[in-house]
């Protein structure tokens, strides 16, 4: 089992910044994928970025490729989200998610709200 808790959500303006944060324990943290994903009213929640296995690569969504980054501190078993350059419709509820592969993601936080002013 693994068990996920984000914070470093909040209010901010466009053009603004903030850094997600998702601490994991339980099993070992350098095996899993790590991933952000979110889910804004009234619609899907959709794919961020995911970090592979440490040591490995990154993926990004288009909408968000260029302003945001993904990072993972193994020593802390943190991973991060960097958002720089935020735009309203970044607005939504962000979830951690930890996961054997890209398309497996088993174990999920309990989400952190961001909200972009205009």
């Known amino acids: 089992q693994v068990q996920l808790v984000e914070s470093g959500g909040g209010l901010v303006q466009a053009g603004g910044s903030l850094r997600l944060s998702c601490a994991a324990s339980?099993?070992?943290?350098?095996?899993?994928?790590m991933g952000w994903f979110r889910q804004a009213p009234g619609k899907e929640r959709e794919f961020v970025a995911a970090d592979w296995r440490s040591g490995g690569s990154t993926n990004y969504a288009d909408s968000v490729k260029g302003r945001f980054t993904i990072s993972r501190d193994s020593a802390k078993n943190t991973v991060y989200l960097q958002m720089n350059s935020l735009k309203p419709e970044d607005t939504a509820i962000y979830y951690c998610a930890a996961g054997v592969n890209l398309g497996n993601w088993g174990f999920w936080g309990q989400g952190t709200q961001v909200t972009v002013s205009s």
């Open positions: 339980g099993r070992t943290f350098s095996s899993y994928f």
